[in-house]
């Protein structure tokens, strides 16, 4: 029996994933501070085009920064024009995309495949763990995939509907604006899996309905002018490449090769890369048997009855070529966990589809099986955090986390969740609440689950897990929130503030992605020390930089002037600048391994 028949059960299903939203995302965005490292280099380059009121040319710290396209960082500066420069107004562009982009699952999922998958469309966007995990830093991805997930939509229903002109215009401004978020990589995804999807399907035939003359026009006249006026304001001067060699030969084809100067980026092994989906859809990924049997069921069945296409069947063909080409292409390239993330709507759309359907059809062999995995992982990994509280109960609580964590060993990492990575065994008594909520929620919300799809409640049961998950993310901010010490520099930048003075220096050793929280949150300039690197190294050489580079000799003389110097040093930095400084220096303030030394009191 379905159980959204009547209106009523509908509009109460759709508030109550909308439910899930505001746990999951709204209520994780005011807090914590933002991180060290991209994080707030990001926010500062979007604060300083209010401040400089330059919204072509990118910069950090007053250095130019040619690596990205501007609209997340013209979204994020409108939002501090209207809501003050925060924490909260840096993340509003990323909790509203993923709000759109699980309404647009849920819309599409609705015309395509029913209301029970729209409604599983939805709870899987809202709670899967990779669009958690890759949305607690401001990186451009959410905003990507909601842009990719709209022309990939509206493609569809172009072809679904001949003659429909705005479908195909929509779809090339979408286009322009991805570009404007993520480069060149929007037109390789689009590009590949339209065709490939033409050649399939037969499609291309109806070529003249795709508007390629107009279109163009329409996608030049939005995409152009940003790239035409960042290469006219940034040309190459003597031996020193402009904005195009940087951006588009450095930042795209380079970093592809794996060759991008300098270099920043880590590439994942083969067998991790594809194995991490399973941990970035969870736990819904765990029904992929369910979803693979259907979709070779169900086409077989289409070649067999020449079942013409349908919107119902062009998107599965859109969502399964989306998918592929996505993966495919980052495992050939240099890659991040998250670079995938545009893909992960087009696998929950067939996730979704795929349960719903057996749910419907009383198919539930696999769904029981699936279920009773996935209960038995989160059941493991219940008792991991059990034996965790047992070994710690003696432990005293450590409200500064990083203290304990900057004990671990620290490689530097350059892939973006690797700080899980310093999770020690002494640190879990600082995450005694968040790790016990996780426990009952994880325990209470999966026996309720496999008991309801047994009973072949499978909406119920769905509803339980996902109820877990929403518990789940909550005690993970909440121990997100505990990490904040170590993954931020806020509370040292607000010790320095208490006592800084105009005249005063600030200097940080090494990268400025060491202590970036410094730059966003201390009205201040700040300064680098051995800093001519990543993504401070190309616009350091234009000649308007900033005189803020300095060196070990530049570092000793000022230490020794009459200028008060405070000077931030990573844990793993702090052994060189002992070498340099000697014990002539004062440890004004440290923080989970982080040390701020000054010259005088």
Request: glycine share 6%; charged share 15%; aromatic share 14%.
């Amino acid at each position: 029996m379905d159980v959204l028949t009547s209106t009523s059960s509908r509009r109460l299903a759709w508030a109550a994933v909308f439910f899930l939203f505001l746990a999951i995302y709204v209520g994780s965005a005011f807090t914590p501070a933002l991180q060290d490292d991209v994080d707030t280099s990001h926010a500062v380059a979007a604060r300083e085009m209010i401040t400089r009121g330059d919204y072509v040319t990118l910069h950090i710290n007053g250095v130019r920064y040619l690596e990205k396209a501007p609209l997340m960082y013209w979204l994020v500066a409108g939002c501090y024009r209207v809501f003050g420069v925060s924490d909260f107004a840096t993340r509003l562009p990323t909790v509203a995309a993923m709000f759109l982009l699980a309404l647009l699952g849920m819309l599409w999922g609705r015309r395509a495949f029913g209301q029970r998958a729209a409604v599983y469309t939805g709870i899987f966007t809202v709670t899967g763990l990779g669009y958690f995990l890759f949305t607690r830093v401001l990186i451009p991805e959410a905003i990507l995939s909601l842009l990719i997930a709209a022309i990939f939509y509206c493609l569809v229903a172009a072809l679904d509907r001949p003659n429909s002109r705005w479908h195909w215009y929509a779809a090339y401004v979408l286009l322009a604006l991805a570009v404007l978020t993520k480069g060149l990589l929007a037109l390789v995804v689009i590009g590949a899996t339209l065709v490939t999807y033409l050649a399939i399907t037969g499609e291309w035939r109806r070529w003249r309905e795709f508007r390629l003359f107009s279109g163009l026009l329409l996608f030049f006249a939005v995409a152009a002018p940003w790239h035409i006026l960042a290469g006219l304001r940034n040309p190459a001067f003597g031996d020193h490449h402009g904005f195009f060699w940087f951006y588009f030969v450095n930042e795209h084809f380079l970093r592809f090769l794996g060759k991008r100067v300098p270099k920043d980026y880590n590439k994942l092994p083969g067998y991790l890369y594809w194995s991490l989906h399973l941990a970035w859809l969870f736990p819904w990924s765990l029904y992929l048997p369910v979803a693979v049997r259907r979709l070779i069921a169900d086409m077989r069945r289409s070649r067999r009855d020449n079942v013409p296409l349908d919107f119902r069947t062009r998107t599965r063909w859109i969502c399964i070529l989306w998918a592929l080409v996505t993966l495919v292409f980052f495992s050939f390239s240099t890659n991040q966990e998250y670079y995938t993330f545009p893909a992960y709507l087009a696998l929950f759309l067939l996730l979704a589809s795929s349960v719903a359907d057996e749910e419907v059809q009383g198919r539930t062999f696999w769904l029981v099986s699936t279920t009773a995995l996935s209960v038995s992982l989160r059941l493991v990994f219940a008792a991991v955090l059990i034996a965790g509280l047992w070994s710690s109960r003696h432990l005293p609580f450590v409200p500064d986390i990083g203290e304990v964590l900057a004990q671990a060993n620290q490689d530097n990492t350059t892939l973006s969740m690797g700080h899980i990575l310093d999770l020690t065994g002494a640190s879990f008594a600082a995450l005694r609440f968040p790790a016990i909520l996780a426990v009952v929620a994880l325990v209470v919300g999966s026996l309720a689950e496999i008991v309801l799809r047994a009973k072949r409640k499978h909406f119920a049961s769905n509803w339980a897990l996902a109820l877990t998950m929403m518990v789940f993310l909550v005690a993970a901010h909440i121990a997100l929130v505990r990490f904040d010490p170590y993954l931020s520099s806020r509370r040292l930048a607000s010790r320095i503030e208490q006592e800084l003075k105009p005249q005063d220096r600030v200097l940080i050793y090494g990268d400025q992605a060491y202590g970036s929280s410094l730059v966003f949150y201390l009205h201040h300039p700040v300064e680098l020390v051995n800093g001519r690197t990543t993504s401070m190294w190309f616009g350091s050489s234009f000649p308007d930089a900033p005189h803020i580079f300095l060196d070990d000799a530049d570092l000793v003389r000022l230490w020794n002037s009459e200028t008060r110097v405070f000077l931030f040093v990573p844990d793993f930095r702090q052994k060189e600048v002992d070498d340099k400084l000697g014990p002539n220096k004062l440890v004004y303030a440290s923080n989970s391994g982080k040390v701020v030394y000054t010259n005088r009191n």
